[in-house]
């Protein structure tokens, strides 16, 4: 058992006040209670690696679905079993489950999965390429956008973590040129040298629609925004003929809620035949296998790298969430537990 494990102590971060606009750290507090012992038919979980989303942003407003207030918030975690009185579960194994934003969680059957271990493949893998942010890239490129070998795509948020999933999964399934747009000349050169993106842009630098043009000279088949808000005007311009837009996420419109959306260009829906779809991979759970299949052994071959930003310690779970709502992530941002920090790697944060 290490240390964590011994612990008496657990940390359960909760929403103490609805934001407008950004939030800040006092919008949080983090607070101190004994282990929770589990209940006959439930099992106990020391928390391992976190994963903080977008999502999280919308549901800290006031609207159906949102986070309480003052209560245990929710997210996508991978925990080890400490402790186990259902036989559902054995001590030791490793499980998702979405009791997150805490060190520890009592789990009932139903609420937790075993994680399938795959040689070679890191943990931090099952939060991002393999796990919810690798599963809406991979349905938005195949179920939504069926994409088709030789389309050109052009992808909003390009360096985040559905951003960077989507351009290694589109070389994968045969695309043909990847533009992306992302928030920083650092971003960029990243997606241009290793991501595998052919053309890239900060958004940053001028109307997104010129900054598209310029990137796509000869338009794209294909967009799959992240962003929403400018991009996606700027996408329906430049798409052609029977192009589709996979609409994944609105993150320019989160932290900005008085902010006017620029408008889109009806005419051209129609006249070019366009086709834009919405959808949230909670509705997609059974291609949970199929994305197993697809990308484990690119994973294990090398052809498919993840891309993550991992924050070691629990206790920097609140800033890695707002960080990443300002973009200072590059790929899924992880948080990982102390005790599973590589030994060579300690302290070197
Ligand atoms: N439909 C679904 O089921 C589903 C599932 C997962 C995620 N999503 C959505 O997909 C999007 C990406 O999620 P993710 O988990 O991969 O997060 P992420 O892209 O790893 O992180 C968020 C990124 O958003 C960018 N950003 C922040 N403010 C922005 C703005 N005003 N304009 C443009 N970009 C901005 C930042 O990058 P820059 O430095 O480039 O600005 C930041 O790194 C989000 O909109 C999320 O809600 C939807």
Redesign the pocket.
Known sequence: MNSAAADTTARTVQQTARPHGFPTPEHFEVVEHAVPEPAPGTALVENLYWSV???HR?MMDDLPGAFDLHAPLEGRTIGRVIASRTPQFTEGELVFHRRGWRTHSVIAPGEARKLPHFDGVPLTTHLSLLG??GL?AYVGLTRIARLQPGDDVFV????????TATARFARLLGAGRLIG????AA?VRHLLTEVGYDAAFD?HDGPAAELLAAAAPDGIDLFVD????E?LAAAVGALREFGRIVR?????Q???PDALAPKLHYPDIVEKSLRME?????NHQDAQQELYDFAVPHLQSGRLTADETVVDGFEHLVSAFLG??????????VIRDHSEVPAGARGKQ
Do not use: H
Not at 181 to 184: K, N, P, V, W
Not at 226 to 229: A, D, L, R
Not at 248 to 252: A, E, L
């Open positions: 989303d977008p999502y919308e919810g942010t809406t909003s948020g390009a360096a985040g973590g559905v951003g747009s992302a928030g920083t971003k958004y992240n962003v929403g808000g991009q994944i996420g609105t993150i320019s989160y932290n900005t919405g959808f949230l991979v909670s990443m709502l300002r973009g200072e992530n590059t790929g899924k941002i």
